[in-house]
Every structure is written in C-alpha cells, then in structure tokens.
C-alpha cells in the first residue's frame, strides 16, 4: 500500500470533494527499463476495469532513465480507493507480474507520493 497522502491536490466544489489529482515516483531496477515498457503495453483489460470502478482515470505514467513518474486523478477520495485497489484480484496479479522489476525504496514502499507545485486547468 502506498505511504500516507499528505500532499494531493484536492478537486472540491464547495464543501464536497470531487477528487484528487496525485503524482508519484517509482525506480526502475537497473536493466529492466524495456522490460517495464514492453509489460505496460499489454496491461490487464481486467485492472484497467477495476480502474474505471473505482473512479481512477487520466493515469499516466512517464519514464525518465530508471525514475518513473506517475501521475492520476480519482473521482473521491485517494486513500478510500487505494484501498480497493490493493485488495482487487487483478490489481494483485499485476503487482506480482513488476514485483520483480521494481527498486523498492529504503522503507520498502515502491511508490513516493510527491506534492504538486503547479496546476493549470
């Protein structure tokens, strides 16, 4: 599961949140950087299902070297949707399809929530 959110960019219409735009960092683990391309041009039509349910969309991920730069908006709230995600079939089968070719940070998350500093609508 990934770290505590403390820096996400909240969509509010009024009192009510609408959702949250987040942006993360992940590394590649050294030689496997066409590896990961070449697995995420065949992503599971099932985890791209559960995406879509549970309101994760605009997902994008850049690649820079081994760091990885992800950023998503989801419908809601971030935590609450993470949640389902890490305890969703096919979201657990991916995770232990790139397990192996990803650099885990030194406190073993994979993924470094990273706060905004600009957004232009």
Same mark, same amino acid.
């Not at 690649?63 to 609450?80: E, N, Q, S």
């Given at each position: 599961?990934?770290?505590? %959110?403390?820096?996400?960019?909240?969509?509010? +219409? &009024?009192?009510?949140?609408?959702? #949250?735009?987040?942006?993360?960092?992940?590394?590649?683990?050294?030689g496997y950087e *066409?590896?990961? #391309?070449? +697995?995420? +041009?065949?992503?599971?039509? /099932? !985890? !791209? /299902? @559960?995406? =879509?349910r549970l309101g994760?969309?605009?997902? =994008?991920?850049?690649?820079? &070297?081994?760091? !990885?730069? @992800?950023?998503?908006?989801?419908? &809601?709230?971030?935590?609450? @949707?993470?949640? *389902?995600?890490? +305890?969703?079939?096919?979201?657990?089968?991916? #995770? =232990?399809?790139?397990?192996?070719?990803?650099?885990?940070?030194? /406190? #073993? =998350?994979? @993924?470094?929530?990273?706060?905004? %500093?600009f957004f232009h609508?």
């Amino acid at each position: 599961m990934p770290p505590p %959110v403390l820096n996400l960019s909240t969509l509010r +219409r &009024g009192d009510k949140l609408l959702g #949250q735009r987040v942006g993360f960092v992940m590394t590649v683990r050294e030689g496997y950087e *066409e590896e990961y #391309q070449r +697995r995420h +041009r065949q992503v599971y039509p /099932d !985890l !791209l /299902d @559960a995406f =879509s349910r549970l309101g994760i969309h605009n997902y =994008s991920i850049y690649i820079h &070297g081994r760091t !990885l730069f @992800a950023t998503m908006t989801v419908d &809601g709230d971030y935590d609450k @949707a993470m949640s *389902e995600l890490d +305890r969703d079939p096919a979201n657990m089968k991916w #995770q =232990s399809f790139m397990k192996e070719l990803m650099e885990p940070w030194t /406190d #073993q =998350s994979i @993924a470094h929530i990273i706060p905004e %500093v600009f957004f232009h609508p």
